[in-house]
């Protein structure tokens, strides 16, 4: 029988104790937080940071723009697209293929937007991290050294054994300064997914910059595509628990100044993860397309044909599509305050 709404108990939430505590302090909501970031002249205008820079060229009149050149941060977003690491690739007495990464921790500075230095820590010195390639039923050896300023581990989505998990507390765990270990497991399921640390506190540990992807090609490989990488990030440049920044692989506004080169009629194929801290949701949107959008790659099938998908925290999923037109399209989030921070840039379609 079904339970009459009334006798339902009427348990107090944390959210309703935040908008409760907040409305009794008379703060409007908006004030608080990131909103007084977005209000000041210099953190919001990155136009205004950058006189002379490459972003200041017409064809980006009414957008904030402005992104820090890669060869300056010492990351290059371009690059990071279709940088797929195989690994060191053999083969077991058994047959199988077997890959190896060598991942070292440690800390580094990086001017994420011109003038903004952000002291990250990254997987092999970048933000993100390499983006581990295999196929279905590789066996994975990833050999770790932390060489960081605190304990970290790497733990991946997939599926594995517990002490595989890199999780502080379970098997070896905390990997200290200094320390090194050798995660061992099979590629499965195939999609794509992603690695973080896990140590806690668990979100700057993540925020700061310790996350990559990591993609499981099926057995039988998928269509022929001009394949391509996008992690969505935020950065917390200035303490508290929201972002100032956001970007699609590393560098805010990037794709503006260095649009993502396409062919028109070709497949072009993104996996596309979400790593974002303190925002619960982010959002990809392309202009004048649609795409078939494959929830954490682990399908054959589509989900949906559409403009717009968001993802959570840690989800991630495939997108497929074919430019029809010539030209410059927008992509980005359709929240547009992360957009307006960092979160947008242009695909440049060729003949
Ligand atoms: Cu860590
Ligand atoms: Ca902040
Ligand atoms: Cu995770």
């Known amino acids: 029988m079904k339970r009459p709404l009334h006798t339902a108990p009427v348990m107090p939430s944390r959210r309703g104790m935040l908008f409760g505590a907040a409305a009794a302090a008379t703060v409007p909501l908006t004030m608080l937080g990131r909103d007084q970031a977005v209000a000041q002249p210099g953190v919001m205008d990155h136009t205004a940071m950058t006189p002379g820079s490459a972003s200041n060229h017409a064809g980006h009149a009414g957008f904030p723009s402005g992104s ?90 997939g599926v ?53 992807a990591f993609i499981v090609e099926p057995k039988a490989g998928r269509p022929e595509a001009d394949e391509m990488i996008m992690v969505m990030n935020g950065y917390n440049t200035d303490g508290g628990d929201d972002n100032e920044f956001y970007s699609v692989n590393g560098l805010p506004f990037h794709f503006m100044d260095h649009p993502v080169q396409v062919t028109k009629g070709q497949l072009v194929r993104i996996h596309l993860i979400n790593i974002l801290e303190y925002d619960p949701i982010n959002s990809f949107h392309v202009h004048g397309n649609f795409f078939n959008y494959y929830p954490t790659g ?44 960092g979160w947008m840039g242009f695909f440049e379609v060729s003949d």
């Open 298 to 341: 682990t399908s054959l099938t589509p989900s949906e044909f559409t403009d717009t998908i968001m993802q959570a925290q840690g989800q991630r999923g495939i997108l497929e599509m074919r430019f029809p037109h010539p030209g410059k399209y927008m992509f980005h989030a359709h929240k547009t305050e992360f957009a307006e921070l």
């Open 160 to 212: 594995h054994r517990a002490e595989m998990d890199g999780t502080a507390g379970i098997g070896a765990g905390s990997i200290l300064p200094g320390q090194r270990f050798t995660y061992e497991f099979d590629a499965e399921p195939f999609g794509t997914h992603l690695y973080h640390c896990h140590q806690s506190p668990l979100a700057p540990h993540i925020a700061k910059g310790l996350y990559g």
């Open 68 to 157: 820090v050149p890669p060869e300056r941060a010492g990351i290059d977003p371009t690059a990071i697209l279709r940088d797929f690491d195989k690994g060191k690739v053999s083969t077991l007495p058994d047959g199988r293929t077997l890959r190896e990464w060598e991942i070292t921790a440690y800390d580094r500075d990086i001017e994420i937007a011109p003038g903004v230095t952000y002291p990250g820590w990254t997987y092999n010195g970048r933000i993100p991290g390499p983006s581990l390639w295999a196929q279905e039923g590789d066996a994975l050896r990833i050999h770790f050294t932390n060489a960081g300023s605190h304990p970290h581990t790497m733990h991946f989505h």
